[in-house]
C-alpha cells in the first residue's frame, strides 16, 4: 500500500511539474489543467500557422528572384537507359542551346534524340545518356541539373553584360 501511494505521489508531482512547463512555455495563466492543455493547443496551431506563413513567403520570394534573374525552366527525369531532360522558357533564349549542348559534352552525355523549338518561346527536349568513352562515374538526376543549371547561367550571365 506504501509503494503505491509513493508511486502515485511522484506521478502527480512529476505530472505537476510538466504542466508548470507547458504554461511557462505557452505563456498560459491558467490554473486548470484542462485549460493548460487547451492553451498548449492553441499555441501550437499558431505556430502552424505562422511556419506556414513564413514557408509561403520563402517560396514567393524564391519564385520572383528565379522569375526576374532566370526565366527558364527545367526538368530532369531518370529513364531506363538515359535522362530526360527538359528546357523551356516563355521567352526567345538566343544563344542557350549553344550552353546547353556544351553542358552536355561536359557531362559525358549523348544525346539520343532532340527536339527543339525556338518559336513563341524556347523548349528544349532531350534523352541523353552517358557516353561510353566517358569516366566510369555514374551520373544522377541532381548532376544533371546542376550541369544543366550551371549552363543555364553561364548563358544568363552572357546575356546581362551583353545588355
Not at 26 to 44: E, G
Not at 92 to 100: D, I, K, S
Request: overall charge positive.
Amino acid at each position: 500500500m506504501k509503494n503505491v501511494v509513493s508511486r502515485e505521489r511522484r506521478m502527480a508531482a512529476a505530472t505537476c511539474k510538466k504542466m508548470r512547463t507547458l504554461r511557462s512555455i505557452t505563456n498560459s495563466h491558467a490554473d486548470s489543467k484542462t485549460s493548460i492543455i487547451l492553451d498548449a493547443t492553441k499555441y501550437i496551431d499558431e505556430l502552424k500557422h505562422r511556419v506556414e506563413r513564413i514557408n509561403q513567403e520563402i517560396a514567393m520570394a524564391q519564385n520572383s528572384t528565379c522569375q526576374k534573374s532566370c526565366p527558364v525552366q527545367l526538368r530532369v527525369e531518370a529513364q531506363d537507359k538515359g535522362f530526360l531532360i527538359k528546357v523551356f522558357s516563355e521567352r526567345c533564349c538566343g544563344g542557350l542551346l549553344v550552353f546547353l549542348l556544351e553542358a552536355f559534352e561536359e557531362l559525358g552525355l549523348d544525346i539520343l534524340q532532340a527536339r527543339v523549338s525556338c518559336s513563341e518561346g524556347f523548349l528544349f527536349e532531350a534523352v541523353g545518356v552517358k557516353d561510353d568513352q566517358g569516366s566510369s562515374e555514374c551520373l544522377n538526376v541532381q548532376d544533371i541539373k546542376r550541369g544543366v543549371w550551371k549552363a543555364i547561367q553561364n548563358w544568363s550571365n552572357q546575356v546581362k553584360e551583353r545588355a
